[in-house]
């Protein structure tokens, strides 16, 4: 299983799918087609039905079910798109084999180094085969590996027709990195009791809570004079985001938060004297606690707009998606199956909440409670992203596990 699973996931990752927060297009690039058509020839190979691409990039097929047990339809989701804060072509994996602890060196010409220094969890995997970029791209394991997981276990399931089933419904998604993965996902068709998102990192993590979010714009209007003659009549609007930003709680940032706190993260600031804008983001895992977060900065615009002329400030504030705990909740036996899975398979389970959000958390809410399971990948989104190819088999097994128990089940 392992070779035929890093065959796999280095055929993906050679396939450029970044996608394009600037673009209004559903795919945001149409080279996702590229991968999703590779994908779409595998799963049609495999003998799964009624196989499916639509115009928008969601590609979905069924393993029918092989028994006339009643057995829940369970789905497994990933994502093809890649992230665009780091190139994603011409990627160039290099692979570790039986890694030594020591550092790797990922590029002669920059001297670019993944040092367990700078990323200790690296050393859980001495003894393991890693593999990582060339220090120029990131690698895409976020989530070909996840893509490569699901369908090694569906192609182990079609060529081992002795292990009873229910149907199994794959689903793999474009532009999940810009935040509209499910925007355009047809639960109906579908049609899963309850899904997997196999989207995480570390070996054994096992996620059902999220992040609420939210986005928050705020436009400055400013008042620009000459500053020989400014006096009684500038309003700076750069100096005015300075001073809204100084009223956000400064423990309240990423950098000072853990676990389950919440924060404001200021992602982007641009402007001059007449015009600035800053735009944050808001996260909390609390729901009580994301709504006062949001209420703060609505308080906070309108001190500014008190202390300067009413209209100064506007706010632009969005709900972008909630914690699917409360969704998940009520069908708890998908995670503890999850749970039950990793220990039987060896693996210690590592029940965290996500400090984001995945496209299982919308579409708990679309009404397909879908918690998310590792996939292997460490350092996401940049140069220093590696994967261990042994936690890919391992979570691959898993996969056959949770369907195995809830075949025993019925």
Known sequence: MKNIILERFLKYVSIDTQSDENSESCPST????????????????????????????????????????????????????????MPGVNIKPKIVQCYDGRDILLNQEKQIVLSPTDFPEILDYVGKTIITTDGTTLLGADDKAGIAEILTAIEFLTTHPEILHGKICVGFTPDEEIGRGVDRFDVKKFNADFAYTMDGGALGELEYENFNAASAKVSIQGRNIHPGYAKGKMINALLVAMEFNSLLPVNERPEFTQDYEGFYHLVKVEGNVEHCSIQYIIRDHDRAKFEKKKVFIQHAVQYINQCYLEGTLTLELKDQYYNMKEMVEPVYHVVETANTAMEMLGVKPKIIPIR???????????????????????????????????????????????????????
């Open 30 to 85: 149409q080279k996702q087609f590229n991968l999703a058509n590779v994908l779409k020839e595998e799963m049609i190979a495999m003998g799964l039905s009624d196989v499916s691409l639509d115009e928008n990039g969601y590609l979905m097929g069924f393993l029918p079910a092989n028994t006339t047990k009643k057995i829940p339809s369970i789905g497994f989701i990933s994502h093809m798109d890649t992230s665009p804060d």
């Open 356 to 410: 984001g959000g995945t496209d299982g958390a919308r579409l708990s809410f679309m009404g397909l409670p879908c918690p998310n399971i590792y996939a292997g990948g460490h350092n996401f989104h940049g140069k220093y992203e590696y994967v261990c190819l042994e936690t890919m088999e391992s979570a691959s097994k898993v996969i056959l596990k949770i369907i195995e128990l809830y075949s025993a089940k019925s």
